[in-house]
């Protein structure tokens, strides 16, 4: 397929490009330290492709978008066709619902995404001195493969703020929903952060640490090669637990974590309650250049508060122990107002082959941007600082 002199070229897995050739548009910073993130650098998606996590058989087929000039790589995405709307956490199930009550095909889908990881990051993923070549060039690619293949739509999930209005400006439906983000106003320590808080949420955030921190055990923070494979065999297991509960089966598989062991072992931080001899809870974590990424826990066995202590105190101090400027927690849940972690906005593009669909739910997104930007000022009002803090941050 050719855009205006540009070639785009589809590709099944990440094995037909050079992970150099991938980085140098998904991450070019890392050529000087970490990444901005993880989730779409060559190891990370290649780690879900070997370990059958994604491909045949998951509802998310690699389709990835590789733009050229030539011998020159301008930009590269990570495309996916959908059979259905599971591990997206930008939820479309009523649109998939209304497209097929009006007679249509909502599935097979077009996404540019990372699978499974509610993540904010860039997801047209151009050379440092190509942005509006490259991003034009996989945007139109995109939806002329979206339009070539008959599909319903293309959705492009947890962009950037710049992508979002960009992808906006060229015709796609701007969405914005939220996530609960941590922020770090340059604490010394978690005392220092807690100095900022309120009374009562200073006292009860103390009283939970206390009540975690009880439950008999020991407490382990791990990274890098303090990851071993005997900590992914008890992590599983937690893994398996939560994903029964939420999502009815665990999206990873269990090679993926012996993926990371090898790969990415880097990118994590693992934090493991042990107890009388065995691990009884874990929260996994991604690191980037500035964020740590919650992503995942599970346990065996009930501890009070354990949960909060794991995901979301112990993110906290190992963020302000090494500068790192926030902590996202993942998606949903409003109990982590009270924990520090304040709502902000996430971003989202999408676009369908049916004009009046289109138009439909254009209306539906005005109507919910304005919804989402009331709920977020309305909630930060609730958040847990003092006063003046909370006036700063509002």
């Known amino acids: 397929m050719t855009v205006a002199q540009i070639e785009i070229e589809v590709l099944e897995d990440l094995s037909s490009i050079a992970p ?8 070019p910073e890392a050529s000087n330290g970490r990444p901005n993130d993880p989730f779409t650098t060559h190891r990370f998606l290649r780690a879900l492709e070997t370990s059958g996590s994604v491909g045949t ?17 301008l930009a590269v995405a990570p495309l996916y066709g959908k059979t259905h709307s599971q591990g997206e956490y930008v939820f479309d199930h009523n649109w998939a619902h209304a497209y097929e009550s009006a007679g249509g095909r909502y599935y097979p889908k077009l996404q540019i995404a990372v699978p499974f990881t509610p993540a904010t990051g860039r997801r047209f993923l151009t050379h440092p001195d190509q942005q509006d070549a490259g991003t034009a060039a996989i945007l139109e690619g995109a939806t002329r493969l979206a339009d070539q293949n008959g599909v319903s739509s293309l959705h492009v999930t947890f962009c950037t703020e710049n992508e979002a209005q960009r992808g906006e400006r060229m015709g796609l439906l701007r969405r914005t929903t939220q996530q609960f983000h941590w922020q ?28 975690a921190n009880s439950f008999g055990g020991t407490i382990h923070v791990l990274t890098g090669d303090q990851i071993e494979p005997h900590h992914w065999d008890a992590f599983w297991v937690f893994y398996q637990d939560t994903g029964a509960r ?5 999206y990873l598989t269990r090679r993926f974590f012996d993926e990371a062991q090898a790969c990415l072992r880097d990118d994590m931080l693992l934090i493991l309650a042990e107890r009388e001899g065995r691990y009884v809870a874990g929260a996994l974590n991604f690191i980037g250049r500035k964020n740590l990424y919650g992503r995942y826990w599970g346990c065996i066995e009930h501890h009070a508060c354990l949960h909060f202590e794991l ?13 790192l400027a926030t902590v996202e927690a993942g998606a949903q849940g409003s109990h982590k107002l009270a924990r520090g972690y304040l709502p902000v906005q996430t971003h989202s593009l999408h676009w369908f082959a049916e004009p009046r669909f289109n138009e439909a739910v254009a209306r539906y997104l005005e109507a919910e ?11 930060t009002s609730y958040g847990p600082f003092r006063r003046a803090q909370q006036e700063e941050r509002e």
């Open 20 to 27: 150099a050739q991938w980085d140098d548009c998904a991450c």
């Open 57 to 73: 058989g998951s509802g998310w087929q690699p389709r990835h978008l590789i733009a050229r000039s030539g011998d020159e790589i």
């Open 184 to 211: 770090n106003d340059d604490y010394e320590d978690f005392d220092a952060f807690l100095a900022s808080l309120s009374s009562r949420k200073r006292k009860n955030i103390r009283k939970e640490r206390q009540t």
């Open 246 to 250: 939420k999502w009815g089966s665990p």
């Open 311 to 323: 995901c979301y105190y112990r993110a906290i101090d190992y963020a302000i122990e090494h500068g």
């Open 369 to 379: 941007r304005a919804a989402t930007e009331e709920e977020i000022e309305v909630l």
